[in-house]
């Protein structure tokens, strides 16, 4: 299985860098471009939201206040910039479903030399990121949440569940194990975007993808592909953050002087550098994973296949 998961890391690494430096130029500008305007987006996206939570942010500060005066501390409470968070992430993963979508059309055509196609592609594939969001990440969600009502700190209410007992343990724990099926379901899915890129429909896209993860080349092909792939990104996130550490304090005090509120200026200080590592890390590491899974997809797929069929993986070397 390692000698297997090598030789399909190799050779699609191969195709794929082949690919990017054989339209380096194409791939470059379409980066530029879907990275710059989600960049952009995301920031006014993000002005927005802050926008919105103004008035939690407003509550903190006067609470503050009234502690100051009462001379006891005072811990905030982020629950409502959390509801605030989660009902904006829809807005922000479909921006990186967009920007994905239109990146992985372009490195799909690096790798098949084909020439540029309509937006009726595109759309296939961002429908296919919207299907496999919805398959991959509700479920976790939805367990979440109800783990949480149910095992949760809750002021002034008795727990539904005895602290302690089997199944508050396996309540508190479901979390956890929805997480790693989401995971596991993410990777064979993982295949799909290229599918649809390469001319199947949503759906077919999704089983194409389900039916070439499950043979053993396909499984070790994909592992090859996404723990490296995982690897890079969240070492770039994590250095490049770091780097921009620095801007921290310059835009807390920047914010905090144009609004006079220190809860805004603390949570944007620490979500400039997050953001700059997502933009970084986005640049270097999504034109390598679209055009690395599109080779994988290429390889795997019959070239018998018909458009929208069901496929069969071919036991040669990937």
């Known amino acids: 299985m390692g000698a297997e998961r090598g030789e399909a890391?190799?050779?699609?690494?191969?195709?794929?860098?082949?690919?990017?430096?054989?339209?380096?130029?194409?791939v470059a500008r379409a980066t530029g471009r879907v990275v710059g305007l989600s960049a952009l987006t995301g920031l006014l996206m993000t002005v927005a939201v802050f926008a919105l939570a103004w008035?939690?942010?407003?509550?903190?500060?006067?609470?503050?206040?009234?502690?100051?005066?009462?001379?006891?501390?005072?811990?905030h409470d982020t629950t409502g910039l959390l509801l605030v968070a989660l009902c904006a992430l829809p807005l922000f993963l479909l921006l990186m479903g967009t920007g994905g979508a239109a990146l992985q059309t372009v490195c799909s055509r690096a790798v098949a030399a084909r020439k540029p196609e309509g937006p009726a592609r595109r759309r296939q594939v961002l429908t296919v990121y919207a299907l496999r969001g919805l398959a991959v990440w509700s479920p976790p969600l939805l367990v979440g949440f109800?783990?949480?009502s149910l095992t949760g700190y809750q002021l002034d209410t008795p727990l539904p569940l005895e602290r302690g007992s089997l199944p508050y343990t396996l309540v508190e724990a479901s979390p956890v194990a929805a997480v790693g099926v989401a995971v596991l379901l993410r990777l064979s899915l993982s295949l799909a975007p290229a599918a649809a890129a390469a001319g199947l429909g949503p759906r077919a896209a999704l089983r194409s993808s389900w039916a070439l993860t499950r043979s053993r080349a396909g499984a070790a092909g994909v592992l090859a592909l996404a723990l490296p792939l995982a690897a890079l990104t969240a070492g770039a996130l994590r250095l490049v953050t770091q780097l921009a550490l620095p801007l921290r304090p310059l835009v807390r005090g920047l914010v905090e002087q144009a609004t006079g509120n220190f809860f805004a200026a603390y949570y944007a200080g620490i979500l400039a550098p997050v953001m700059i590592g997502i933009?970084?890390?986005?640049?270097?590491?999504?034109?390598?994973?679209?055009?690395a899974f599109a080779s994988l997809d290429d390889r795997l797929r019959s070239p018998g296949t018909p458009p929208g069929g069901m496929v069969e993986t071919k036991a040669v070397r990937v």
Do not use: N
């Not at 890391?9 to 194409?26: D, V």
């Not at 407003?58 to 005072?74: G, H, K």
């Open 279 to 291: 933009v970084v890390s986005a640049a270097l590491a999504l034109p390598l994973a679209c055009t």
């Open 9 to 26: 890391r190799g050779g699609t690494l191969a195709t794929a860098f082949a690919a990017l430096k054989r339209h380096r130029g194409t």
């Open 55 to 75: 008035p939690v942010f407003t509550r903190m500060r006067d609470e503050r206040i009234r502690y100051r005066q009462l001379e006891d501390p005072y811990l």
């Open 146 to 148: 109800v783990a949480h």
